[in-house]
Nanobody
Framework: QVQLVESGGGLVQAGGSLRLACAASGRPFSSYFMGWFRQAPGKEREFVATINWSEGSTYYADSVKGRFAISRDNAKHTVYLQMNSLKPEDTAVYSC????????????????????WGQGTQVTVSS
């Protein structure tokens, strides 16, 4: 089992920044993909970003490319999402997820490919 706990959400003005963190525990990290997804009320959950844990390769949704950055700290078993130049349309519950395998493709953007999910953290961007 893998447990994921997100933190760092909150209220920020448009143009501001937040850094989300997702701490993982319960299972060794080996060839994992970690992803961030978001869901606004009444909307479908959408892919935001993913990282290959071992290699550090990243991939982003077009809507956040150039504004968001995903990274990881291997020693702390934590993945981060740095969010800059935030827009009101970024308002959503942000969840991290772990794909523990089998991993056969890159990037992994389908939510049903991910095996474990955190509880989510609210990000609200005011206009």
């Amino acid at each position: 089992q893998v447990q994921l706990v997100e933190s760092g959400g909150g209220l920020v003005q448009a143009g501001g920044s937040l850094r989300l963190a997702c701490a993982a525990s319960g299972r060794p990290f080996s060839s994992y993909f970690m992803g961030w997804f978001r869901q606004a009320p009444g909307k479908e959950r959408e892919f935001v970003a993913t990282i290959n844990w071992s290699e550090g390769s990243t991939y982003y949704a077009d809507s956040v490319k150039g504004r968001f950055a995903i990274s990881r700290d291997n020693a702390k078993h934590t993945v981060y999402l740095q969010m800059n130049s935030l827009k009101p349309e970024d308002t959503a519950v942000y969840s991290c997820a772990a794909d523990v395998g089998p991993i056969t493709s890159w990037p992994v953007i389908e939510e049903n490919e991910y095996d474990y999910w955190g509880q989510g953290t609210q990000v609200t961007v005011s206009s």
